[in-house]
């Protein structure tokens, strides 16, 4: 908290993604005056498409816990170790279970009620909600007002444009989303705590990852329950149902039989594929509701598992739930200057795009945001000068403690699918021991939730 003789600090925060949410929740908390830009309102959101979902893994619910920010832990339904089955090609299938630290902290949140609730939290908390586009001209502006400036919002905001693109790889890999959230999918027990938990389950083929997570899903909310709730004169409360259910994502590489992406949206090197069984080779770019799902259903049933297939078609989908989507990774330049010369700082998927076959989304979100508001508040605290080098510091210690090891995963099965990767023969090893020693697989788990941990046995 500031002194008496301290002037009370302040942040503008731009954009409503999830590293910008918990910045800001962070700094308020330190008793910050915070503001944030939004171009939609909490109701809009709570009202919007689907987003990307992202797993909360222990760590990252830790931190939400500790910021109040963890809204759903009473119902939330939670996995407390993962099977990944690795199955595909002409290797025989190889499975590989392990523990999750904590005790039942994975789940994952819808996007639009982690946009729409912390906003409403922040607003509680005393923020300052401003309904704005900005512009890189009224950030000119805006940043002398403020001791800090952060940009957020990953690729969907357009003051991404700020930040220069970096000639350097950001270790994650391309891939097609295809996502629904589904009602009624029975888990398989934790070996590791028979009758007490879950296992979160992933497959990975030469073609795709496809994950199944627990999450809290959600009932958007009409177009007329959006104008209700945005009339200021309204005073009721904002009431979304939530729905205890599992996401079902399909990651796929480029060009694979996984890949659907609409023919206006496909890489030019992609070329269409020709199909036997009647399956469509590409979901349309304006399609039925269902339709991205029935197609989700038919790979699996094709491509994963038969029975699988069979258990997500008795599932019942949930409406408004679907997605597809492309995620091209990028590096960004961390920090901007205004024309005046004021430094801003890009956090989270906007200025580096995480492995979302890895699970990092929500930690690299999260971890980003904290790590900003913790260093923010001490260097205030100590007098320390708010300006560029501090952000660039500030910033290159994320990276360090986490960023740059956040494709892991991504890595890993990457290489054990690709014979020209140079480390394909080391991961074929490490896989063949973390099935037989389930002492490996538990540091191997703890990878998952802590990735600089899971560096070591990459590194063999």
Known sequence: MTTAHQERPSALFV???RSVLTAATALSR???????????????ILGSPPGLTQVSLPTTRLWEQELGLDLWSADAPTATAVRLVLTGGATDPVQIIAPLPGEGQTTAIDSRLIGGRWMQLLDEQGATLHESTCRAADLDILADKFNVCVIGGGENNPMRTMFPVLDRPSGASSRIVLQAHIEGFEWADDPYRPGEGACLDMYSLPGAEVLIT???AMVPLT????????NPASTRQIVVPTIAGACVQ????????????????????ARPQTRQDGLPDRVPSAYPPSTIWEHMTALITEQVDTDLGAHLRACELIPHSELLTRVEPQVRDAVALTGRGRPVVGIGGLTRTPEVAGGQGAAAATLSGVN???????????GGALDEAFLREAMALYDAEHGDHTAGFGAMVNAYWNRNDPAHEKVHGMVAALAADMRLAALWGQGLDQP?????LLGG
């Open 214 to 216: 627990p999450v809290v």
């Open 372 to 382: 900003l508001a913790e260093l923010a508040q001490r260097q205030h605290a100590a």
């Open 250 to 269: 399909i990651l796929a590489r480029p060009g694979g039989v996984f890949d659907t992406l609409p023919v206006d949206r496909r890489p030019a090197e």
């Open 223 to 230: 177009h007329q329950l959006v104008l209700a709730h945005s």
């Open 15 to 17: 954009g409503t993604g």
């Open 30 to 44: 330190h008793g910050w005056r915070v503001d944030v830009m939004s171009r939609f309102t909490k109701e809009e």
């Open 452 to 456: 600089a941990r899971m560096a070591p």
